[in-house]
């Protein structure tokens, strides 16, 4: 069931996810387009998350934002402050500087390089901010030689959540936290729970599908939705998805659609990536377990394959 | 299981089948022999990848045989590597032609089949009497559109075709003909099985075809011709030495959402090049095979196989394909499909719509089928020939592709 409608509400809106935004030059969404999407969503009932872009809109655009209960999901930036109190800031890199807003969740998105390369400093970031998504923006391009590698940083980051929860705090750390704390799936769902207008007054399934390509749309406010095979878009359309429990997952369909040109359908580099993940959380949580009682409802089972397709059969 | 590998040797062919699903055929894109080998090298020097018992080296165009010269060095090339290689497949391996049969009967060919015959299955495709053959199965023009795609003409091909089925039954005598049936065809069914059970062909695989082509009263015409063939094949004793692939004692039934879940169509498990050293899922993929959607290129000879895009086909299944009536069907057994013509009739770019065009096709053979099996079995049982009938009949062939 559809529930959130994801607003861009510029063509240089932040990306907070895998797909870079390629627009450069600043495109407000029409104010009339503003209103009957909020229209819409309020019809819908539809939550609301406007995406900003990096400097301050217009009175009146800000005036008819706040016709709606809605998120704000804003960049970390040097420029003027697009909204006083964001819900989500996204870093694009690491800057080197503090995060100010530390009860904020912050979104970030890096390279698996710039993450292999600098694991401190994202290690620090996890320990200042309420809560942290990493988002690796080269998903696709990790091959089997990384892997050690990226192990490798994530026990590097497993230290510092084990520290930390030994201590008494309780940090969110997207890549090794939210297994742990999910009792069932918890996928990105676009184009089944949330769907994103963009400045040309269109819907896409998600920003990464009007980034890369304008006329990849599913409708129009005016219009209506249209998402065809909308089935293929949900987890029990998916044969290797619906029987994995790496919940955390994001199971990005515009990913699969760029690697296998199915949107139901995961490459092996998010495959083993994910996996990767869930491996060192359920060593976590174990380790965790030797000092301390924690979760003890949690069970993440050892499993003794990265791909779900490599077992296929055994379904 | 057999690996299937193929060779798209040109999109070249003498007729312009009026039926025929390959819309982009044209007398430019012929495989080089530069190709062929660089292909051949990429198969056999990846072992792993190709773990299949076996293997069939299949070759299609347009009309195979018009490249036997490619053809024969490409073989003698398979061969020779591998055995040098050691290859698993050496002397497990057969190469495979599906041909109009108008070649067949040339010095070129009839060589190639002498010097391979212990590896070879050939099947010479014809669609019955002179009139339902000639219906469809014509010359292409000498001239082509701007585009370069052939153009149908007047002149059939029976007699060109028929005048090689004896030579074909002797070097071949269990061979079996494909027919294929759309919407103009359904009054000759009768007659055109008939037809090739007396040219001595016994074994008859038929299907309709999968594009949406039928017309409203089509599934009932099918169903009263298969009724009267399946008089004719009872009541004149065929059913003895000869098959039809329409009746089958497995069609028909309801199927269980997990326990016959598996993917009816081989795409993606088989392996098709062009001219261009594109590789494919099917031959269905390559672009002369498709009307509205982009050919779907899994790799190219020097690259090789992206393993992502074959995910897709490897863990498609039939469930997650099909529609909720494919499911609730209680006749649903038999029900086949191909994931080319899905591909290119699905509402997006996915191989994961079942097109079900030939829904109401499937249930009037359906119908007629379980006429036919009640009707013979009564006719065995009062001849107390039932049981010695189920231990030693000629069994149909379920290939359709």
Request: glycine share 6%; hydrophobic share 25%.
């Given at each position: 069931m559809m529930q959130y409608l994801v607003i861009l509400l510029d063509d240089t809106s932040v990306s907070y996810c895998h797909c870079d935004n390629p627009h450069k030059e600043r495109r407000l969404i029409g104010l009339d387009d503003l209103r009957m999407s909020i229209r819409y969503a309020m019809m819908e009932n539809l939550m609301v998350q406007m995406v900003y872009p990096n400097y301050a809109l217009p009175q009146e655009y800000l005036d008819v934002i706040d016709t709606i209960d809605h998120h704000d999901i804003v960049p970390w930036g040097t420029g003027d402050r697009p909204v006083q109190e964001p819900d989500v800031v996204v870093m694009d890199g690491l800057s080197g500087e503090s995060p100010v807003l530390r009860n904020v969740p912050y979104v970030l998105r890096i390279t698996k390089a710039g993450l292999f390369k600098s694991v401190d400093a994202v290690a620090q970031l996890t320990q200042q901010v309420a809560r942290l998504n990493v988002v690796i923006?080269?998903?696709?391009?990790?091959?089997d030689a990384e892997l050690p590698k990226y192990r490798e940083v994530l026990d590097t980051l497993a230290e510092v959540v084990k520290a930390e929860y030994l201590t008494g705090c309780a940090p969110q750390l997207n890549l090794l936290t939210d297994r742990m704390m999910l009792d069932k799936p918890n996928h990105c769902n676009a184009g089944v729970e949330n769907i994103t207008l963009a400045p040309n007054g269109r819907f896409y399934l998600c920003p990464a599908f009007y980034y890369t390509d304008a006329d990849d749309n599913v409708g129009s406010v005016a219009e209506g939705l249209d998402i065809r095979n909308p089935q293929l878009l949900r987890l029990d359309h998916a044969p290797l998805c619906r029987h994995c429990?790496?919940?955390?997952?994001?199971?990005c369909v515009w990913l699969n659609r760029k690697m296998t040109y199915e949107v139901n359908t995961p490459s092996h580099e998010q495959c083993v990536m994910a996996h990767t993940e869930r491996e060192t959380t359920r060593r976590l949580l174990a380790n965790v377990r030797e000092k301390a009682t924690f979760m003890s409802e949690v069970e993440i089972k050892e499993i003794d394959y990265s791909d779900p397709f490599d077992v296929r059969k055994e379904w | 299981m057999a690996k299937n590998i193929t060779f798209i040797?040109?999109?070249?062919?003498q007729l312009a089948c009026k039926y025929c699903y390959l819309v982009g055929k044209n007398m430019k894109e012929r495989m080089s022999w530069e190709t062929a080998k660089e292909f051949i090298d990429y198969v056999l020097s990846h072992e792993s990848e190709f773990p299949e018992e076996s293997v069939i080296w299949d070759f299609i165009g347009g009309e195979p045989f018009l490249e036997i010269a490619l053809i024969d060095r490409i073989c003698d090339y398979l061969k020779l590597r591998m055995f040098e290689l050691n290859h698993h497949w050496f002397n497990s391996y057969r190469f495979s032609f599906s041909t109009n049969?108008?070649?067949?009967?040339t010095p070129e060919v009839q060589r190639f089949i002498e010097k391979n015959r212990d590896h070879l299955s050939i099947g010479i495709t014809i669609d019955g009497t002179e009139r339902k053959h000639d219906m469809n199965r014509v010359y292409k023009q000498p001239s082509t559109d701007p585009n370069g795609i052939t153009l149908s003409s007047d002149k059939g091909s029976y007699n060109d075709v028929v005048r090689n089925i004896p030579l074909w039954l002797k070097q071949f005598p269990d061979a079996g003909t494909k027919v294929t049936i759309s919407s103009t065809d359904i009054p000759y069914i009768t007659e055109s099985v008939l037809h090739l059970y007396s040219l001595g062909i016994h074994q008859v695989n038929i299907n309709v075809v999968f594009e949406d082509v039928w017309q409203e009263g089509d599934d009932s015409r099918f169903e009263e011709q298969l009724m009267t063939l399946a008089d004719a094949i009872i009541d004149g004793g065929y059913y003895e030495d000869y098959a039809c692939s329409f009746f089958s004692e497995q069609i028909g039934k309801p199927l269980d959402p997990e326990r016959d879940n598996q993917n009816w169509c081989g795409a993606g498990r088989m392996l098709s090049v062009d001219a261009a050293g594109k590789l494919y899922p099917c031959t269905r993929f390559a672009q002369y095979s498709l009307r509205e959607k982009r050919a779907l290129v899994i790799g190219n000879i020097k690259d090789g196989i992206n393993q992502n895009l074959l995910r897709p086909f490897l863990t498609l299944d039939r469930v997650t394909q099909s529609p909720q009536k494919c499911l609730d069907?209680?006749?649903?057994?038999?029900?086949a499909w191909c994931q080319g013509e899905n591909y290119d009739a699905a509402r997006t770019n996915t191989i994961y719509e079942r097109s079900t065009a030939i829904c109401l096709m499937h249930k009037a053979r359906v119908r007629a089928n379980n006429y036919y099996w009640n009707k013979l079995y009564r006719k065995l049982e009062l001849e107390e020939h039932r049981e010695e009938y189920e231990k030693n009949h000629r069994k149909s062939n379920p290939e359709i592709c």
């Open positions: 923006t080269d998903v696709e391009t990790i091959t429990d790496v919940w955390h997952c994001r199971r | 040797v040109t999109k070249d062919c049969g108008i070649n067949y009967h069907c209680e006749v649903a057994s038999g029900c």
